[in-house]
T-cell receptor, first 114, second 117 residues
Framework: KAGVTQTPRYLIKTRGQQVTLSCSPI?????VSWYQQTPGQGLQFLFE???????NKGNFPGRFSGRQFSNSRSEMNVSTLELGDSALYLC?????????????FGPGTRLLVL | AQTVTQSQPEMSVQEAETVTLSCTYD???????LFWYKQPPSRQMILVIR??????QNATENRFSVNFQKAAKSFSLKISDSQLGDAAMYFC??????????????FGKGTHLIIQP
């Protein structure tokens, strides 16, 4: 089975622009979560989608948004980019939603904001 | 809010020896799951092992095993017969079952494991 895929793998943007990142979960997985990884803050939960619905969102401003499609693929969008948004964005999928579900991660998208 | 603490920013071990990575967590919940993930230089997060809090038996996956002490809120990872390929950042993570686990994984800051040949 193919793993979680994320596109693009690398991205360079300038302040004020917006960006959309894509995540395709493992086949059969219906839950997708997003995490931000930075040297300063470490790994932080952004949000989780299940059945096209956002279940929860971490402590991030409204500039961070996402959605999930009927085929479980997910996108996250960051508008009005700031320098501090430079990070590795990781997507993780699981069969279903719930604390007992193990999340499997993709390779990440490295975003650099100049 | 739950917190996960990894007190060892970096550990070094000789190839073929055993190393233990520490993790403690703070929670008031009784039902939760704990994980160790490995992140090699490629940055791909790889699941190493998982532990259900309601199980007293420590999880084991080949050379990897945990020492889960629920009362002490401790969850250490033991790597036996260390191999060069084990070199990576290791993250301890917690996930609550409250609200259906909607809060995602809470990660520690990580331990950088170096394997000396």
């Amino acid at each position: 089975k193919a793993g979680v895929t994320q596109t693009p793998r690398y991205l360079i943007k300038t302040r004020g622009q917006q960006v959309t990142l894509s995540c395709s979960p493992i086949s059969g997985h219906r839950s997708v979560s997003w995490y931000q990884q930075t040297p300063g803050q470490g790994l932080q939960f952004l949000f989780e989608y299940f059945s096209e619905t956002q279940r929860n969102k971490g402590n991030f401003p409204g500039r961070f948004s996402g959605r999930q499609f009927s085929n479980s693929r997910s996108e996250m969008n960051v508008s009005t980019l700031e320098l501090g948004d430079s990070a590795l964005y990781l997507c993780a999928s699981s069969l279903a939603s719930g604390g007992q579900e193990t999340q499997y991660f993709g390779p990440g998208t490295r975003l650099l904001v100049l | 809010a739950q917190t996960v603490t990894q007190s060892q920013p970096e550990m070094s071990v000789q190839e073929a020896e055993t190393v233990t990575l520490s993790c403690t967590y703070d929670t008031s919940e009784s039902d939760y799951y704990l994980f160790w993930y490995k992140q090699p230089p490629s940055r791909q997060m790889i699941l190493v092992i998982r532990q259900e809090a309601y199980k007293q038996q420590n999880a084991t996956e080949n050379r990897f095993s945990v020492n889960f002490q629920k009362a002490a809120k401790s969850f250490s990872l033991k790597i036996s017969d260390s191999q060069l390929g084990d070199a990576a950042m290791y993250f301890c993570a917690y996930r609550s079952t409250d609200r259906g686990g909607a809060d995602g994984l809470t990660f520690g800051k990580g331990t950088h494991l170096i394997i000396q040949p």
